[in-house]
């Protein structure tokens, strides 16, 4: 018994025990965030490969944390995945994002589509369409102006509820795009029974274009043409990626070269002058 107690002792080690409290303190601070109004969302500009003209951007959630500082998502979200309050903090983010988006139309700036992340958990909930129905006529936005990302997850675990809740979204033109693509299941035959209409392709992928041939992106690229969906390029880099991007039929991108995240006054610029 000795023994196998020192073992627990043992397996509870110093880093575990450090993640342990993390992770409870996250979940403890989550709600209290949501309630005093500490997430900020960025927004990361997406742009044509070839003219480099913004079509929208992608909204990224900013965590100012009242002791911790700036909290970056891969350590929170997660945690709000485990303990489903991410069901909540989807709901505000999209909230925020409604709210921005109809600030900029009610100030005449040019439409622009605002993508979100929702996690698969969320997007596969029964309330999920109506949610969406309720904040197109909460903050009365233009039909298209949301665009939703969903990692392969939240799509393929359950196919029929998946196109049952894209069919309920499509009266308010809400686009659907598949992000990560590529670093999932990669099981494509599922792709063409799925309504969406956009792919994101990994950041991974668009990493390793260094040279001209890349049997992976073509291989992606032509699914993408024969199943008509738009393709985004994630994690553009360097000049040599988007020169690479440019032979291809890719007409989407998004990434450090042209633009971070950046606050919504900033996007404004953005939508007003281009990058
Ligand atoms: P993601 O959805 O794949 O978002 C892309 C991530 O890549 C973002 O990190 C973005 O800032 C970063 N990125 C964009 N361009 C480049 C580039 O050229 N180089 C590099 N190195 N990185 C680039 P971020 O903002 O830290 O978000 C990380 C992840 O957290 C996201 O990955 C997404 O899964 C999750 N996340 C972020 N915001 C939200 C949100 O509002 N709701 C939900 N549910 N998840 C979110
Ligand atoms: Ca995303
Ligand atoms: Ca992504
Ligand atoms: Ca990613």
């Not at 020192?6 to 965030?33: P, S, W, Y």
């Not at 309630?35 to 044509?48: A, D, G, K, R, V």
């Not at 998946?162 to 309920?168: F, H, P, R, V």
């Not at 291809?248 to 002058?273: E, S």
């Amino acid at each position: 018994a000795k023994s196998s107690g020192r073992g627990h002792v043992k397996f509870f080690n110093n880093t575990m025990r450090k993640k342990l409290k993390t992770h409870a303190d996250i979940e403890n601070d989550l709600q209290h965030g949501i309630e005093h109004n500490e997430f900020e969302l960025y927004y990361q500009p997406i742009f044509t490969i070839q003219e480099a003209q913004v079509i929208g951007f992608e909204a990224l959630v900013r965590w100012h944390h009242p002791t911790k500082g700036f909290v970056a998502p891969n350590d929170f979200i997660p945690v709000a995945e485990d303990t489903g309050q991410i069901i909540n903090l989807d709901l505000h983010l999209l909230d925020l994002a409604a709210q921005q988006i109809s600030h900029w139309y009610q100030h005449g700036l040019p439409f622009t589509r605002v993508t979100v992340n929702v996690s698969s958990r969320h997007f596969a909930s029964l309330d999920f369409v109506a949610q969406m129905h309720a904040l197109y006529k909460k903050y009365q936005l233009p039909l298209g102006s949301l665009c939703l990302e969903i990692t392969e997850s939240g799509l393929i675990g359950n196919l029929e509820l998946a196109t049952k809740i894209i069919k309920g979204l499509a009266p308010l033109e809400v686009k659907l795009c598949l992000d990560d693509f590529g670093t999932g299941y990669s099981a494509l035959g599922y792709l063409h029974q799925l309504p969406i209409h956009i792919l994101k392709i990994d950041k991974s992928f668009i990493d390793h274009i260094t040279k001209s041939h890349n049997p992976l992106i073509d291989a992606i690229l032509s699914l993408a043409q024969s199943l008509q969906l738009d393709v985004v390029a994630e994690g553009i880099e360097t000049e040599q990626q988007l020169a690479i991007l440019k032979q291809t039929p890719c007409k989407f991108g998004q990434g450090f070269l042209k633009a971070r995240p950046m606050p919504a006054k900033d996007a404004k610029n953005v939508i007003l002058h281009g990058l």
